[in-house]
């Protein structure tokens, strides 16, 4: 079938004086112009060899959303419905989760009204369309430089968690959805190629090439920015690995010893965060690039871009698994969430079911040597030295900057129980030389 249409169904608008009420007035109506979409698919060649109804690699790609879909609001609700998730560290996770959900509500969207229903669509009505799914996973990519940038700042400062915290986590969950929404509307505020078809994208007909480079020199930054800090994190948990082991003794060397493991284990995390996100963004990146100097009609590869706008979206089905699903605490409360009956004891604790990612252990000294790996090194060294102190009245050792940068001796601590939020419990961490004592908890560390 030929995939034109017939224009005599679309009604054009009569020109109107170019005076600056109307000039105004035309650039109105030319939004809710249908026959402009018309006009820039048959252009760029997109309204060749169409097929009528859904493709069957839309139909894949509507199950994986839907799956996107589920996944997150899974993890949502668990982070939603226990008080222990509710900690500035928590914050940009459930913010990365919120926008790759939406990321997969808007792209099943996208789909739906693509193919045909796109010639049915006014010019606003297909910005809405294509900038509802770039907004969403242009937050999704900035929420993990925001992750990145909290990462690196706590591993350099080594301070714990305090008010200032929270609101540092605010405003990159704000900065994050206010570079994200202003890069979506640029087009429909008028960076865009209406009535000038030569300077059109064929991806996206009614881009510019401009507009699509910038948005791709953006995305690129921002993904150099995440291997650069992440570089940094892993060579500041090496370099202070490597310096904490020369300098302290005991027992404390001793666990310390055991840290010299955690940068490796840091690093495959690394790996596997950088690995995943250019695995399933570069293709797109370098399709887009190609757009951009490709003349209108000559790349054939550009029309298979669903394809890799696909592969893209993989990376927010991806992202839970990554970022939460490889916290034991995490693991423990979506399972109690979906299925508390079959997957967990009357103690809480889970069923053994020959299954590593699924046997959650939860022993204090599990937890402390969890916390380097969510970047709260502090909490972690402070839990070794509680060790050491404990078997002896006074010890030799310095707090040095992984506890709070307190160059003091110390002497005789005091220990006791502390109530804390919930049904949680710490230890009070007291001692005449500190101005503050510690708190050392199971998913907390901070000074009262």
Same mark, same amino acid.
């Given at each position: 079938m030929d995939a034109t249409p017939d224009t005599g169904f679309f009604t054009s608008i009569p020109p109107l004086p170019t005076s600056t009420p109307h000039r105004n007035l035309l650039f109105f109506l030319e939004y809710l112009n249908n026959s402009v979409i018309v006009d820039h698919y048959n252009y760029t060649g997109k309204l060749k060899n169409r097929c009528e109804g859904l493709k069957p690699e839309s139909i894949v790609f509507l199950v994986v959303?839907?799956?996107?879909?589920?996944?997150?609001?899974?993890?949502?609700?668990?982070?939603?419905?226990?008080?222990?998730?509710?900690?500035?560290?928590?914050?940009?996770?459930?913010?990365?989760?919120?926008?790759?959900?939406?990321?997969?509500?808007?792209?099943?969207?996208?789909?739906?009204?693509?193919?045909?229903?796109?010639?049915?669509?006014?010019?606003?009505?297909?910005?809405?369309?294509?900038?509802?799914?770039?907004?969403?996973?242009?937050?999704?990519?900035?929420?993990?430089?925001?992750?990145?940038?909290?990462?690196?700042?706590?591993?350099?400062?080594? /301070?714990?968690?305090?008010?200032?915290?929270?609101?540092?986590?605010?405003?990159?969950?704000?900065?994050?959805?206010?570079?994200?929404?202003?890069?979506?509307?640029?087009?429909?505020?008028?960076?865009n190629c209406m009535h000038r078809l030569e300077q059109c994208s064929t991806v996206l007909p009614l881009y510019t090439k401009s507009y699509i480079l910038f948005c791709v020199s953006v995305f690129i930054a921002v993904l150099l920015a995440i291997v650069v800090l992440y570089i940094r994190v892993f060579r500041i948990v090496r370099n202070n690995t490597q310096r904490q082991r020369l300098t302290f003794t005991g027992s404390v060397r001793k666990g310390l010893a055991r840290k010299s493991q955690k940068y490796i284990a840091l690093l495959k995390t690394v790996t596997i965060v950088l690995g995943v996100f250019i695995a399933c963004w570069?293709?797109?990146?370098?399709?887009?690039?190609?757009?951009?100097?490709?003349?209108?009609?000559?790349? /054939?590869?550009?029309?298979?871009?669903?394809?890799?706008?696909?592969?893209?979206?993989?990376?927010?089905?991806?992202?839970?698994?990554?970022?939460?699903?490889?916290?034991?605490?995490? /693991? /423990?409360?979506?399972?109690?969430?979906l299925c508390r009956p079959c997957l967990m004891t009357s103690d809480g604790q889970v069923k053994k079911l020959g299954i590593p990612f699924l046997e959650c252990s939860f022993s204090k000294s599990e937890v402390a040597s969890q916390n380097l790996a969510h970047c709260d090194g502090g909490a972690d060294l402070a839990y070794l030295l509680l060790q050491q102190t404990s078997e002896s009245d006074t010890s030799p050792l310095r707090e040095n900057s992984w506890a709070g940068k307190l160059e003091a001796p110390l002497p005789r601590f005091s220990l006791d129980p502390l109530p804390l939020r919930g049904q949680s419990t710490g230890l009070l961490l007291t001692s005449h030389d500190w101005k503050r004592p510690w708190i050392l908890s199971d998913n907390q560390t901070g000074l009262s």
């Open positions: 959303c839907l799956f996107i879909v589920l996944e997150n609001a899974v993890v949502l609700i668990a982070i939603w419905k226990n008080k222990k998730f509710h900690l500035p560290m928590y914050y940009l996770l459930g913010n990365l989760t919120l926008s790759d959900l939406l990321a997969g509500i808007t792209y099943m969207a996208n789909i739906v009204m693509s193919g045909p229903n796109s010639l049915k669509l006014t010019p606003l009505l297909w910005f809405i369309r294509e900038g509802g799914v770039f907004i969403t996973l242009a937050a999704s990519v900035i929420s993990l430089l925001a992750i990145a940038i909290e990462r690196h700042v706590t591993m350099v400062t080594m /301070r714990p968690y305090h008010g200032a915290k929270k609101g540092r986590m605010l405003a990159l969950i704000g900065a994050s959805w206010a570079l994200s929404g202003f890069l979506g509307i640029l087009p429909i505020l008028g960076w570069m293709p797109l990146f370098i399709l887009l690039l190609l757009d951009f100097v490709c003349p209108t009609g000559s790349c /054939r590869v550009l029309y298979k871009v669903d394809y890799f706008l696909g592969v893209a979206i993989v990376n927010s089905l991806l992202n839970p698994i990554i970022y939460t699903l490889t916290s034991k605490d995490m /693991r /423990r409360a979506i399972l109690r969430l």
